[in-house]
């Protein structure tokens, strides 16, 4: 790393199954939409001769962002899996989405993940979203690196990006954050821009020229040597520093020159302790080029610096009744534990699930355990059943290349797992083990939809239990007070990307309508009602009636039946029919349909026949007399409250509180939270944050989050409820 030169493709190119868990790196990339981390993929890939040219394998299809949903949205949206092979060691390339809509792919991607790339554009600079997930992987201790795209922008500057990085990820010790190699500038061009032609080592003191499409060494002439010097001082200082080597520092303070070999040593054990962030460059190749800039130092520092999988701390295991289990982790000779970390369909293969072993090895054909608990909430129903599983492979763009196993600390893909949801672990079927699911955010912005015509009604349930089977981060609510299926998505592209999949990969086209919520009805003030049933067509007549009177009561009372009968007006047989009646109508409502709640309805008088009277009767004469009664007074409409709790950035505290203001919301308290953040906590009227998600991440350029929770019902202001729309005000 950094004295080591290379002008050949990888060992192999194309990875395959590995033999040990010691030649394999799992690596995620992270960064904000449009950071190059697609691209840097296949230039990888490239560089490693995994593809014949830029992100091309021999069909001709891209090797990541290969799915044509993608190719219309023109960004990703999933997570990719990139394996290549590099000085024989397999790398594990998972490239996840920039869009804060998809953070449960990027959550997914972490999880395989032993190491992470943080790619940074420099013309964009880093985002407060790409700063949140850096401390996700900063709490876990989790190795990283950080690489600067977009050096040919015109106004790109390493240095000062190299700065920005400092200052957004160093924390307290911004000495942790330093550059590997620094840019070579070539011949200044006539509006003024020296495109970047190479890097130079400060390790190694060498220039490494990719101007004629693959890396070039040389010496730096001497002009160049006290820049060279200052920014290396500095680098080893850190590097020194980090990895608490006290001899070494003391050796190098007191003057000693220290050999490249043990400073990159150093350097190594630093950055897979994660306590050292190196900054690298890249770029993709040109046109015809076979490596592009930086390209062969990132690999040589995914190789050699990011840990294997048996330095990773596994999650914790336990049996699906609970008891815990002990596990030497990532040893290929131990129990299977193995983790679906994304579910995808095929139009030609079926159901394909990309699988984390962490434990045992995985083979074709194998019968295994699958067990899926703790996403009750989201729709998915625990379950522990045994399947065979279909074929293994590695992929590769569309490609599915076999492989007969897969070992511990590899990543493959599964075919033909019918039950298996991303999530669910996979274990030998006489051990059965269960991993604690990691965490997904809250969806919370919803889509109501329904079927577009009889035929896509009855595939609709199907596709819509694949789609969230696929996706645990969208949940599926069939709501029994507004007769309305909503899918829950994280942001609007999340829902776009459902409705696309739901038409072009099940089949399926549905349209969307308003979203309801679920609105309850009360009395104003107290009113009395008669309900007379008196039906007399030859043979048995119907005979029943009865006086109630109807009050408010407080907030969540529910609805109260009292007694008050005297003299036997009504057979006490009969008394339950009431009840069962005017329960039966307040279920559904007395004005717009609404359930009716917070009200005492007492029984006063009525009458009955000898013959005629019937339960049936008396149950229709119970729900006349509560609708009489709702025609004598004002009946109001209760909107549901929830309970929001906003985490912020300091520097948007006001803007939150006041658009929550605007919302008619009320802020109950503020906390800080301690690294420059604040919880904002509230109570919102639901149908006023339906948008939330969407406007939440817009007002505070996506550095907030929040979740929700159902308070209570509470009157709706009377102009409110005569500005709802009639779709929304009426029930289904």
């Known amino acids: 790393m950094g004295d080591k030169a290379h002008t050949h493709p990888g060992a192999a190119g194309r990875a395959s199954a590995a033999d040990h868990p010691t030649s394999v790196r799992n690596v995620v990339l992270v960064g904000h939409s449009g950071s190059g981390k697609t691209t840097l993929v296949e230039a990888l890939a490239l560089t490693a001769g995994a593809v014949n040219r830029a992100g091309r394998v021999e069909d001709g299809g891209c090797v990541s962002d ?162 060279i010097d200052e920014a290396r001082s500095l680098l080893i200082e850190g590097i020194i520093s980090e990895s608490e080597d006290e001899t070494l520092m003391e050796r190098y303070l007191g003057g000693e020159q220290v050999d490249v070999k043990t400073l990159i040593e150093d350097l190594e054990r630093a950055v897979a302790r994660g306590v050292f962030f190196p900054v690298l460059a890249a770029a993709p190749a040109a046109d015809g080029a076979r490596q592009g800039l930086g390209t062969v130092e990132l690999l040589e520092l995914v190789t050699r610096g990011f840990p294997t999988p048996l330095e990773r701390a596994a999650p914790r295991v336990t049996t699906p009744g609970g008891a815990a289990r002990e596990l030497r982790m990532c040893d290929p000779g131990e129990s299977l534990v193995a983790e679906v970390v994304k579910t995808s369909s095929d139009p030609y293969v079926g159901r394909i699930s990309m699988v984390r072993v962490f434990s045992g090895t995985l083979r074709a054909d194998q019968t295994v355990h699958v067990s899926g608990h703790g996403l009750a909430d989201r729709g998915h129903e625990d379950h522990d059943v045994d399947e065979r599983i279909g074929a293994l492979s590695t992929p590769f763009g569309k490609q599915q290349r076999p492989v007969s196993h897969v070992i511990a600390g590899d990543l493959a893909c599964v075919a033909k797992l019918t039950r298996a949801e991303t999530g669910d672990t996979l274990s030998a079927k006489e051990d059965p083990l269960l991993m604690t699911p990691w965490r997904m955010p809250d969806p919370l912005l919803p889509l109501a939809i329904q079927a577009h015509s009889k035929p896509d009604e009855d595939k609709l349930s199907q596709g819509l239990a694949r789609l969230v089977a696929e996706d645990p981060t969208m949940r599926l609510e069939h709501n029994q007070d507004t007769h309305q299926v909503v899918l829950w998505c994280l942001g609007e592209a999340h829902a776009d990307v459902a409705l696309e999949r739901l038409r072009g990969r099940y089949g399926v086209q549905v349209d969307v309508v308003p979203h309801r919520v679920s609105l309850r009805e009360t009395f104003g003030g107290p009113a009395a009602g008669r309900g007379r049933h008196v039906k007399q067509s030859g043979g048995h007549g119907q005979y029943a009636i009865c006086e109630i009177e109807v009050e408010p009561l407080p907030n969540g009372s529910g609805v109260e039946f009292v007694d008050k009968v005297v003299g036997g007006a009504v057979p006490r047989q009969f008394i339950p029919s009431v009840e069962k009646g005017v329960r039966a109508q307040a279920a559904r409502g007395v004005a717009a349909g609404h359930p009716l709640i917070d009200v005492r309805v007492t029984l006063l008088d009525g009458k009955a026949h000898s013959v005629d009277s019937s339960d049936a009767a008396f149950q229709t004469a119970g729900a006349l007399a509560l609708r009489e009664a709702a025609a004598q007074t004002r009946i109001h409409l209760l909107e549901p409250v929830a309970e929001v709790s906003v985490l912020v950035g300091d520097d948007y505290v006001g803007a939150v509180m006041s658009d929550l203001s605007g919302r008619r919301g009320k802020v109950l308290g503020t906390e800080q939270t301690g690294a420059g953040r604040t919880l904002i906590r509230a109570e919102v009227p639901e149908i006023e944050i339906g948008r939330y998600a969407v406007d939440l991440r817009s007002l505070t350029h996506g550095t907030a989050r929040f979740d929700r929770r159902y308070a209570r019902h509470e009157p709706m202001p009377q102009q409110v409820a005569d500005r709802l729309p009639e779709d929304l005000r009426a029930a289904s």
């Open 66 to 227: 290969y799915d044509e949903l993608e190719h219309r949205q023109q960004r990703s949206v999933q997570l990719s899996l990139v394996p290549v092979e590099w000085d024989g060691i397999k790398i594990n390339l998972l490239d996840t989405p920039g869009y804060a809509d998809f953070v449960g792919e990027l959550r997914a991607g972490l999880r395989a993940a032993d190491a992470a790339l943080f790619v940074v554009s420099a013309s964009d600079g880093v985002d407060g979203a790409t700063r949140m997930v850096w401390e996700e992987c900063a709490a876990v201790g989790m190795p990283r690196a950080i690489v600067v795209t977009h050096l040919e922008a015109a106004r790109a500057d390493f240095e000062e990006m190299t700065r920005i990085c400092a200052e957004a990820f160093g924390g307290d010790d911004p000495d942790a954050v330093l550059p590997l190699y620094l840019p070579l500038r070539g011949a200044r061009a006539p509006d003024g821009h020296a495109p970047v032609t190479g890097l130079i080592g400060l390790l190694s003191r060498k220039l490494f020229d990719y101007a004629s499409g693959e890396r070039v060494e040389s010496e730096p002439d001497g002009d160049r040597l006290p820049l």
